[in-house]
């Protein structure tokens, strides 16, 4: 069984700053992929970024861009998303989710596991 649990979410204004952190727990993560997700109020579930396991390769959502930076610690078994110059419509439930694999998945539908979420408000 794999456990994930996020923290590092809050309240935030336009152009401010958080990390979230998600910590794996139940096995041994060589061979995953960590993600983020976001569901913003009333919308679906959106890809926001991934790596691979040694970070070797990374994925982001063309709405993050330059703004968002996924980053892993393999001794800790925790992968990190930095958010940087957030707006209002980062707004959203944020998901960590894992996945047993050597590419980097970008959709929702490939993960097996799944954390429950940290709340982002980021106000105008």
């Known amino acids: 069984q794999v456990q994930l649990v996020e923290s590092g979410g809050g309240l935030v204004q336009a152009g401010g700053s958080l990390r979230l952190s998600c910590a794996a727990s139940?096995?041994?993560?060589?061979?995953?992929?960590l993600g983020w997700f976001r569901q913003p109020p009333g919308k679906e579930r959106e890809f926001v970024a991934a790596?691979?396991?040694?970070?070797?390769?990374?994925d982001y959502a063309d709405s993050v861009k330059g703004r968002f930076t996924i980053s892993g610690d393999n001794a800790k078994n925790t992968v990190y998303l930095q958010m940087n110059s957030l707006k209002p419509e980062d707004t959203a439930v944020y998901y960590c989710?894992?996945?047993?694999?050597?590419?980097?998945?970008?959709?929702?539908?490939?993960?097996?596991?799944w954390g429950q979420g940290t709340q982002v408000t980021v106000s105008s």
């Open positions: 139940g096995r041994s993560f060589s061979m995953y992929a």
């Open positions: 790596i691979s396991r040694y970070g070797g390769s990374a």
């Open positions: 989710a894992a996945v047993r694999t050597v590419v980097v998945p970008t959709y929702r539908r490939a993960y097996d596991y």
